[in-house]
Structure formats: C-alpha cells, structure tokens
C-alpha cells in the first residue's frame, strides 16, 4: 500500500427523512471534501438518490438496488476494492476520503462489519467515524417505533439534530436527553449551527495517520461513562413509568470498563472471543485501549462491532498520558451485568459471585446464569 493509505470512511446514517442527503450536499461544498468518494446506498424500486446529490459524477459511486445490510453488502465491499484498484492504476488520481450514506431503514452495523472485517480492505480503509442524522419533529415516534433508529444512534460518534427549528423547543431538549441515554459518548450536534461541517464531522477516529496524533479521550466519548449502567437502569425505569412507550431505549447500555493496570494479552483476547461467541449479536459496538502486560509501553487498540473485531492496532505511545484499560461497549439486550461480570473475571477484580478463571472458560454461560 502507498502512502495514501489508509483512507478515512465515514458513514452516514439515519432514518428515513432525517436529512442525509441534505446535508451531504451542504457538506460536499465545503473544500475540505474535494477528492472524496461518495458511495449511496438505494432501496426502492426507482433509483433517485443519486440524482439529488450535487457533486460531478465521477466521484458518485451508485450501488445496485437493495439494502446494505443484506444481499447488497458485497456490492460495498467490491465498490471500495475497486475504488483501490482505480486508484493504484492511476484512474483516480487523489482519493483523500469514503462517504458512505446508507439507507434509512438500515442497521448500520453491517456496514462498518464489512469496512472492518475483509482482510484487503482493513489495509486500505480505516473506519473514520459514524454520523447519525436524527429528525427532532418526527424523532421521538421514530425512536418508539423502531429498534433501527435506536442502533442508528447507538453506534453513533456523532449525533446531528435535524429540523430543529421545526420543532418546540421542548420536544428538542427532551429528544436530547433522550439520545444521551442511549448514546451518552457521541457528540451531539444541530445542523443549523454554523459550526456543523467537516471540521466537526469528520476526523473524529482514533488515529489520524496524516497528523500522527491519537486523542484517546475524544475517540472513547467526551463524557464520563463509568458506572452510566445504573443510572441508565434508573432512568429507563422512571422514564418507563411515565413513557411506557419507548421500550426500545431499555434494551440499549453503554458499559464502560476501566482496569488501573495492565492486563495479559492472553486474558484480553479470552474476554473478547467469549463475549463475541456468548452475545456477539447483540455488541452494537465496541472500541477500547488496552495496557497490556506484555508491553506496557504502547497501547493495544481495539475496535469491534458484533462478531466483528478489526484487527487490533499497536500505538507507538501513550497519547494522553493515562495507562491502563478502558473499554467502552453499547449492547443490546445484554444481560443486565454479563458484561461487567466478565471483565472483572480476567481482570482479577473482586465481583460478588463471579466465578473463577477456569470454571468459566469451560461454562462461560454461567456467568450470566443461563
């Protein structure tokens, strides 16, 4: 591979009518987007989304009929490989960025499997970031009725409001609170503040290979999450109690994990594959840096969704200074505290009836009480 790469993707995503395409329009103006693929998921029996975005042909990639989470996904996955070969033999001469906008009615967890998961493109692409749209007029209906808008701002780094000034005011502050219990670490952001645009979009990964920076903080979620399980248990009850109608929000959590000290690769790699074979349906996302035992010096990045675990990445430093494990997981229906359980097994941590090593390793069930 050549310098160029890895070449950012980002994803674009949101219910139907969020606005995507608006504001891939707006976005596609700006200069920081010159020499960017956009490749635009169709569903429907007439192609037309294509048409709407204002950009010369050329950098339109339009996928054949059909959703990405199903039989197009392989149509993804030879788009971007052929975008590589276009770009090697020179037919492209500058490929600086991937915007994928998917349908509406997607679970975009397919589509960040299929960017993270090949073993040619994880040389050529890295995973930038997800952008999800939500509609503040028709957002909190969406949310009730449907589990895909739900995973939509779950796996979210961004979050970006649309059509507020639509909506009572509110409506907007309580779709607010609502998208941070369900995804307490995105950015929440209003497409009608100037300041939404790529500066505040894009570049929201890990590693920027360009700049040689990691800014761990940032890509783990600005906020503190740890212990966020039981105020979100709290506050899914009290809000049930009044909205019984949002049932989808009680089935998503955000765990976050730390471990002060460094942890043997061996234990690390145990904990990932018996969560991904017990629930791996069911881990929306997960990214973390790890302290490992082995070579406490440079940090172990990892960066899963589902059964799905990019291939993990070596830093040549501590970014911020702070060793040690952090883990930040978004499940659905997970059992209640399977996850925390579990780490604390290969941490060595003390848990109220976590049983030992070895015991779960042949039973791994049991930890769950399954």
Not at 137 to 159: F, M, P, S, Y
Not at 313 to 321: F, H, Q, S, T, V
Request: hydrophobic share 40%; charged share 25%; glycine share 8%.
């Amino acid at each position: 591979m050549s310098s160029g790469f890895p070449i950012p993707v980002s994803v674009v995503t949101g219910f139907l009518g969020a606005g995507k395409t608006t504001l891939l329009n707006r976005l596609l103006k700006e200069p920081q987007l010159t020499d960017t693929a956009v490749i635009i998921n169709e569903f429907g029996e007439v192609a037309i989304d294509h048409l709407l975005v204002e950009q010369a042909s050329d950098g339109i990639i339009q996928l054949s009929d059909g959703c990405l989470c199903c039989t197009v996904r392989g149509d993804l996955v030879d788009t971007l490989a052929d975008l590589v070969d276009r770009l090697q033999t020179g037919r492209i001469a500058r490929l600086a960025r991937v915007v994928v906008e998917t349908t509406g009615l997607a679970d975009p967890a397919p589509v960040l499997q299929s960017i993270m998961a090949h073993p040619a493109l994880v040389r050529a692409f890295r995973l930038d970031g997800v952008i999800t749209l939500v509609d503040a007029v028709n957002g909190e209906a969406t949310l009730d009725a449907h589990v895909e808008a739900v995973k939509q701002a779950a796996v979210a780094d961004r979050i970006v409001l649309t059509k507020t000034d639509l909506a009572e005011a509110g409506d907007v502050e309580a779709l607010r609170a609502r998208l941070r219990q369900i995804n307490p670490n995105a950015v929440l952001l209003d497409v009608n503040d100037p300041g939404t645009g790529t500066a505040s979009l894009f570049d929201c990964g890990l590693y920027n290979p360009e700049t040689k920076s990691a800014d761990v903080r940032r890509w783990l979620g600005e906020e503190a999450t740890h212990g966020h399980d039981h105020h979100h248990h709290d506050d899914d009850h009290d809000r049930g109690h009044h909205h019984h109608d949002r049932r989808h929000d009680a089935r998503v959590h955000c765990h976050s994990l730390v471990h002060d000290g460094p942890v043997p690769f061996s234990a690390i790699e145990t904990f990932l594959d018996l969560l991904r074979s017990t629930h791996g349906e069911k881990l929306l996302r997960m990214k973390g840096v790890i302290e490992l035992a082995e070579d406490p010096s440079r940090p172990l990045v990892i960066h899963g969704v589902q059964k799905i675990l990019h291939p993990p990445a070596r830093l040549p430093a501590w970014p911020d200074g702070q060793r040690g494990t952090r883990l930040v997981l978004i499940t659905l229906d997970m059992p209640e505290d399977y996850v925390q359980r579990l780490f604390a097994a290969f941490t060595n941590r003390p848990s109220i009836d976590t049983p030992d090593r070895a015991a779960l390793e042949a039973n791994p069930l049991a930890i769950a009480g399954l």
